[in-house]
């Protein structure tokens, strides 16, 4: 059986499954709720049912006032619908809405996807996921190394689960060790969430991303958020990076494959034979962007009238930025997430 949840006061809809909890199901449709425990403890995803049968699922530990149980209260982690239902909740709308956690993961498995970059997995506790907005960062802290501030690369919508893309920089303490010394089981301590490189989810305008290798993984965050939300606008990705290097280029081309409203552009950077890292040259780096930005502006002469979300180092990516402004790129339109390390 399924069942249409309407939110209130947001107005937002989504069906849920009678197999899934109503927490899960809007998770699964891109409604950010604020939740952490996952098994009726913490209180966090709280609502009040204002039309509707639900189910509870088990016993739950948190204890409602008396003030709550008359207006009908109920825990979104333990409650299946029974009917169609009209809830009263609580939406994390913007960053502000996010308090700041301290969770500890485990490392759940380690990708290598090519020579530099390697995929990390890591596992919350499930008394204690982490809650995030698509398109935020966290700072990683390993024993003995010093925290690195890093994108998450998965959606919000099964938060006990988290991806980071990391790539290998010689030299770097952080990287060094992801490739060469952290193993599955190992602690790795969360801090965060921040930042606001944010999908605006109100917005009906064509969408373009633009990513500078690793500064794939925000981007691809909010690009899961987007689908989850079946946003019905054009979206085109442009990923930047080396011949060899575009990690996960055959899920890109599943998103266009799967979606009439989706195109996906790789740009290869030309390093005209300056060593494994062009952009430790400046002016190639430069150079590199404005093509980018030129191949952007051939595929869409005025971009008046689109949100521009971009990716990158940002010693490099001024280049870019300018380059769009020849074709109409608008500052209230677009977000930049300038990456800090690789």
């Given at each position: 059986?399924?069942?249409?949840?309407?939110?209130?006061?947001?107005?937002?809809?989504?069906?849920?499954?009678?197999?899934?909890?109503?927490?899960?199901?809007?998770?699964?449709?891109?409604?950010?709720?604020?939740?952490?425990?996952?098994?009726?403890?913490?209180?966090?995803?709280?609502?009040?049912?204002?039309?509707?049968?639900?189910?509870?699922?088990?016993?739950?530990?948190?204890?409602?006032?008396?003030?709550?149980?008359?207006?009908?209260?109920?825990?979104?982690?333990?409650i299946t619908a029974a009917s169609d239902l009209e809830i009263e909740v609580h939406e994390a709308n913007?960053?502000?809405?996010?308090?700041?956690?301290?969770?500890?993961?485990?490392?759940?498995?380690?990708?290598?996807?090519?020579?530099?970059?390697?995929?990390?997995?890591?596992?919350?506790?499930?008394?204690?996921?982490?809650?995030?907005?698509?398109?935020?960062?966290?700072?990683?802290?390993?024993?003995?190394?010093?925290?690195?501030?890093?994108?998450?690369?998965?959606?919000?919508?099964?938060?006990?689960?988290?991806q980071f893309h990391i790539r290998h920089v010689p030299d770097d303490p952080f990287s060094e060790h992801?490739?060469?010394?952290?193993?599955?089981?190992?602690?790795?301590?969360?801090?965060?969430?921040?930042?606001?490189?944010?999908?605006?989810?109100?917005?009906?305008?064509?969408?373009?991303?633009?990513?500078?290798?690793?500064?794939?993984?925000?981007?691809?965050?909010?690009?899961?958020?987007?689908?989850?939300?079946?946003?019905?606008?054009?979206?085109?990705?442009?990923?930047?990076?080396?011949?060899?290097?575009?990690?996960?280029?055959?899920?890109?081309?599943?998103?266009?494959?799967?979606?009439?409203?989706?195109?996906?552009?790789?740009?290869?950077?030309?390093?005209?034979?300056?060593?494994?890292?062009?952009?430790?040259?400046?002016?190639?780096?430069?150079?590199?962007?404005?093509?980018?930005?030129?191949?952007?502006?051939?595929?869409?002469?005025?971009?008046?009238?689109?949100?521009?979300?971009?990716?990158?180092?940002?010693?490099?990516?001024?280049?870019?930025?300018?380059?769009?402004?020849?074709?109409?790129?608008?500052?209230?339109?677009?977000?930049?997430?300038?990456?800090?390390?690789y």
């Amino acid at each position: 059986m399924t069942a249409h949840i309407k939110l209130l006061p947001s107005g937002k809809e989504f069906v849920a499954q009678d197999t899934e909890t109503v927490l899960e199901a809007a998770l699964r449709s891109g409604v950010s709720i604020s939740y952490s425990c996952n098994n009726g403890t913490c209180g966090e995803c709280k609502a009040h049912l204002l039309s509707g049968r639900v189910n509870q699922l088990v016993g739950q530990d948190y204890c409602f006032s008396e003030a709550e149980k008359n207006r009908n209260a109920i825990l979104l982690c333990n409650i299946t619908a029974a009917s169609d239902l009209e809830i009263e909740v609580h939406e994390a709308n913007s960053a502000q809405d996010i308090p700041l956690q301290k969770v500890p993961t485990r490392v759940d498995k380690l990708e290598r996807l090519s020579n530099d970059i390697m995929v990390v997995h890591l596992r919350t506790p499930r008394s204690q996921t982490l809650n995030f907005l698509a398109g935020q960062h966290v700072s990683l802290e390993v024993a003995g190394i010093p925290p690195r501030n890093k994108s998450i690369a998965s959606c919000p919508c099964n938060a006990m689960h988290l991806q980071f893309h990391i790539r290998h920089v010689p030299d770097d303490p952080f990287s060094e060790h992801v490739f060469t010394k952290l193993k599955v089981a190992d602690t790795v301590m969360i801090n965060g969430p921040m930042g606001d490189f944010l999908l605006d989810e109100e917005s009906k305008r064509p969408v373009i991303f633009f990513a500078y290798e690793t500064g794939f993984g925000p981007v691809k965050s909010i690009i899961e958020h987007a689908i989850a939300l079946d946003l019905q606008q054009p979206i085109h990705l442009y990923w930047l990076a080396r011949e060899g290097e575009f990690y996960l280029e055959n899920y890109c081309r599943s998103w266009e494959d799967a979606l009439d409203n989706f195109t996906y552009t790789p740009l290869v950077i030309q390093a005209n034979g300056e060593g494994n890292d062009p952009f430790m040259h400046p002016e190639i780096a430069a150079k590199n962007f404005v093509m980018a930005g030129q191949r952007v502006g051939a595929d869409h002469p005025d971009l008046s009238g689109f949100d521009c979300y971009l990716s990158g180092p940002e010693s490099t990516m001024q280049p870019l930025i300018e380059q769009l402004r020849v074709y109409g790129l608008r500052k209230d339109l677009t977000q930049v997430d300038f990456m800090q390390r690789y």
